[in-house]
């Protein structure tokens, strides 16, 4: 199923959401084959905080990418993306949404920070970008050990949460890592291809950056 996605400053982003049994067969996990609130809030950030190229030139990595509509939107803003998902069938769509959008050739690589995110260069981007990443608080500390080597000095990962996780305790967790962290709110029209029966959603956007970097 394609759903459109119109965004201010790079216009209408098709996105595939997929029920292929043949995709969903390759996945430990069907919840990437989707866009869900988070990504479409930090999508718009995005697009607010960095304008139509903003991003021109700078590395971007997606980080957990799904389907891929957040690195697709950077991508538009004229950066150089890196999309990373532990999901076969994630990339697989990805790579079709890139193509689908202008977007590419797409960069993928299987895996996570544990798993295959070793394969990322250090000290390598400007810019790392999730939806949907931090729900799970054991995966903090290897998010931000992942962040520490990937993030280049002067670097910055915004990450987005629909109000799932602790705000306390999430920045805690990463001032811990060495990150500073600030927070931005944001609400989002959910299901944005409805013209009723809408929700506003409240997002949670994460701008973290690191601490020795932002003492400068």
């Known amino acids: 199923m394609l759903r459109e996605f119109a965004l201010d400053a790079v216009g209408t982003v098709s996105i595939e959401e997929t029920s292929s049994k ?79 959008n202008g977007v590419g050739p797409a960069q993928t690589i299987g895996g996570d920070w544990n798993h295959g995110g070793n394969r990322l260069a250090p000290d390598a981007y ?48 990463f001032r811990r890592t060495g990150f500073a962290v600030d927070r931005t709110v944001l609400h989002v029209q959910w299901p944005p291809w409805r013209t009723t029966h809408q929700k506003r959603k409240a997002i949670n956007i994460y701008s973290l950056r690191r601490a020795d970097a932002a003492s400068h």
């Not at 809030?41 to 139509?52: H, K, N, Q, T």
């Not at 729900?135 to 915004?158: F, H, K, N, Q, S």
Request: aromatic share 8%.
């Open 22 to 100: 043949h995709l969903l067969k390759l996945s430990t996990r069907t919840y990437w084959q989707r866009v869900w609130p988070a990504g479409l809030g930090l999508s718009a950030y995005i697009v607010e905080r960095f304008g139509p190229d903003g991003l021109r030139g700078r590395r971007v990595l997606d980080l957990g990418c799904g389907v891929g509509l957040v690195g697709i939107v950077c991508g538009r803003l004229g950066a150089d993306v890196t999309f990373l998902d532990r999901e076969a069938g994630a990339l697989a769509v990805v790579r079709r949404n890139c193509r689908r």
């Open 126 to 173: 400007d810019l790392v970008v999730g939806g949907d990443v931090v729900y799970d608080d054991v995966e903090w500390p290897g998010i931000g050990t992942g962040l520490m080597r990937t993030l280049r000095a002067g670097g910055r990962a915004l990450l987005a949460d629909p109000g799932w996780v602790a705000d306390d305790k999430l920045r805690t967790a």
